[in-house]
Nanobody, 115 residues
């Protein structure tokens, strides 16, 4: 089973940027899609962004135009570039993969947007 490890979280001021990384233990081209979800304090887990095997992408309305998902197939790594961060983006961000049978999750990385 694939293992996922996120990194890149931290404290940033409103309007700032962060780039999250998710390193996979296996070839990410074997997955139908990879994505990012987040869970804010006291709220349910919510979809953020997704990238399909074809390279097409999808985003939650709340992050469109600010976040960009991408991947490096050679490094088996998925990225989430987050720009113009807002306080409401504060959450634990989780990387996930789907192979057609199983969805796997990483342990998460905390992003705090605060002045």
């Amino acid at each position: 089973q694939v293992q996922l490890v996120e990194s890149g979280g931290g404290l940033v001021q409103p309007g700032g940027s962060l780039r999250l990384s998710c390193a996979a233990s296996t070839n990410i081209l074997s997955f139908d899609d990879e994505g990012w979800y987040r869970q804010a304090p006291g709220k349910q887990n919510e979809f953020v962004a997704q990238i399909f095997r074809s390279g097409s992408t999808a985003y939650a309305d709340s992050v469109k135009g600010r976040f960009t998902i991408s991947r490096d197939n050679g490094a088996n790594t998925i990225y989430l570039q987050m720009n113009n961060l807002k306080t409401e983006d504060t959450a634990v961000y989780y990387c996930t993969t789907w192979d057609g049978y199983r969805r796997t999750w990483g342990p998460g990385t905390l992003v705090t947007v605060s002045s």
